[in-house]
């Protein structure tokens, strides 16, 4: 595989896609020297009832934060993705559903989607359900799941999605965090063949004694197992609400600064975060980072792998490619089963035009052989995007050359569940690619980076990663605990907001994403981001996946302990460890080669596919007693067995 590391705007896409290079400085410089301007007009993007007349109050400082965008505007966010649609695109695709069988296969209408949506807000309401009540949805991967929030969002009800994947505890601490009366779940979820209890996962949570508020539970019938524990009273079918509710409801009139959704962050590094998004400006970013980062053309079908209970299901499967009336792929299963062919199968089959994935399944996928892509036709894809961690360049290469058959620009988009959107992505046919690089930054997004001491740096170099002002899609406060917004996010640099990522800026401007700053390893005084390291390893052959921690190093402040995966069929020897010392000796130097190798078979990641480097961190300190918070944790078992065999015990 070529290591080459810049992919610039080839002949064939240059001025097919909506900017190109020059177009983008011109109105990225224009979206900072004339925000008002720039924001007024492209507010216009969305359907208003009142019109905004005010653009935006915003201030990062500590003592006087506010965060308000076209705040005087009113509209409704299901109003947005569904009813201003009908009278063009009301026969079109809106949702393409494939069941964890492929064998299951449904499809819904824009019409079909709405008259949907407005009989499942007349089904809330009638369980009373009113405008700033919290929802928790706790759904398999069906259209009803987006037809839930839709209808939340009709209602004026603020939806609190929790990912299918959470035990009961995580639920009854976010209902409770939430204050929620009302939850809505299945009898089940089907993934990965595997069988999800999802209502019985919620009885537990409700036997908890601390969880009072919940009056009613609303079941989609999903897998039909009759074994599946009904609770007179309290428990209702979906399809009976839906029987007895009409078709035509109105979409509330909302706020701009209403709120539209709670959502947790992925709790990589601690205990998840409560985020509070808005209504006016959420939606006026995901509609427009949804058109410009995947050059989003209309009546395209758009395919995102990740799930409505993470953000990038919120503003990228739902929200945003929703307002833009597109056509998307829902996926209930995971996109590696049954074979890491499924991925594309599912694209020949559905005539996926934009893809969007997460580094970890491109990991996952290149270690089982690139052999699984060679009957992929793959001639309707256009654009693929990465979200979620830093992409290792090799993977980068993989996922260009395998998948998109060197043919398709790879947007790597940087965000948070925090930012609600995009902040730092390449743009396609504007940007040159650099692979590991999620380049320059987003219209009306001013990324800087400081020293700890809160100094901005200039030019090339690297810091912390801060926001200097705010953008329509930022999140507006911790649900139920201002303290901790301020706190977390404008307390470490006054007057900025701190992503807790570090990166480093090159000399043609663009953002690389070095890890979290709290995983910083600094051997004898020199820092090294655990993606640099990470990134070398994954460039071995024989590595399918790594992660890079420090550990207490009597002469050196901090060793290097790193954790592989190695690919299929590929024997853990010492002299493979040896090798693959050397090896990052190679790629960045002496001082980045780890001492210590531990084979992984599996690394601890979050539910939405993240490596955990808390935990690692812990193991390789050898203090395995208090781990912490583990409650995002994907599969403890996976922790035991590294626990099991660790390197540095005293
Ligand atoms: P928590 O905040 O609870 O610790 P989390 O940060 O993993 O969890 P998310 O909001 O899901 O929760 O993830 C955002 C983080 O994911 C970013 O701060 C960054 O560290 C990482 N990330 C996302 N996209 C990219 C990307 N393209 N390149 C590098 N890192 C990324
Ligand atoms: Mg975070």
Known sequence: MSTQSLYPVSPELA?????????????????????????????????????????????????????????????????????????????????????????????????????????????????????????????????????????????????????????????????????????????????????????????????????????????LKRTGNEAVKHVEGRDIWWHDLMALSSEHCEAREMDAEDPLFILYTSGSTGKPKGVLHTTGGYMVYASMTHEYVFDYRDVEVYWCTADVGWITGHSYMVYGPLANGATILMHEGVPNYPGPSRLAEMIDRHKVNILYTAPTLIRALMAQGKEHFDQLDGS??????????????????????????????????????????????????????????????????????????????????????????????????????????VLTYFKTFRGMYFTGDGAKRDEDGYYWITGRVDDVINVSGHRLGTAEIESALVAHPDVAEAAVVGYPHDIKGQGIYAYVTLNQGVEQTEELRQQLRQWVRNEIGALASPDLVQWAPGLPKTRSGKIMRRFLRKIAADEVGALGDSSTLADPSVLDSLIDTRLNRA
């Open 380 to 485: 309707t894809l256009r654009i693929m995007g990465s979200v979620g961690e830093p992409i290792n360049p090799e993977a980068w290469r993989w996922y260009y050359e395998v998948v998109g058959k060197s043919r398709c620009p790879i947007v790597d988009t940087w965000w948070q569940t925090e930012t609600g959107g995009c902040l730092i992505t390449p743009l396609p046919g504007a940007t040159d690619l650099k692979p590991g690089s999620a380049t320059r930054p987003f219209f009306g997004v001013q990324p800087a980076l400081v020293d700890n001491l809160g100094n901005l740096i200039e030019g090339p170099g690297e810091g912390n990663l801060v926001l200097l002002d705010s953008w329509p899609g930022q999140m507006r406060s911790v649900y139920g605990d201002h303290e901790r917004f």
């Open 15 to 219: 001025g097919s896609t909506k900017l190109n290079d020059e177009q983008y400085r011109k109105m990225y410089q224009e979206s900072i020297v004339n925000p008002e301007g720039f924001w007024r007009e492209h507010g216009q993007r969305i359907s208003w009832f009142k019109d905004f007349t005010k653009v935006r109050k915003t201030s990062f400082d500590d003592h006087n934060l506010f965060i308000k965008w076209f705040y005087d505007g009113t509209l409704n966010a299901s109003y947005n993705c569904l009813d201003r649609h009908l009278e063009k695109r009301g026969d079109q695709t809106a949702i393409i559903w494939e069941g964890d069988d492929a064998s299951e296969q449904r499809t819904l209408t824009y019409t079909e989607l709405h008259t949907e949506v407005c009989r499942f807000a007349n089904a809330l309401k009638s369980q009373g359900v009113r405008r700033g009540d919290v929802v928790t949805i706790y759904m398999p991967m069906v259209p009803e799941a987006a037809v839930a929030m839709l209808a939340c969002a009709r209602i004026g009800a603020i939806h609190s999605v929790i990912f299918g994947g959470f035990s009961p505890d995580s639920i009854a601490s976010r209902v409770n965090d939430g204050q929620s009366k009302v939850i809505i779940t299945a009898d089940e979820g089907v993934r990965g063949g595997r069988v999800i209890p999802l209502k019985a996962n919620i009885d537990t949570a409700l036997e908890s004694p601390d969880v009072t508020t919940i009056e009613k539970v609303i079941v």
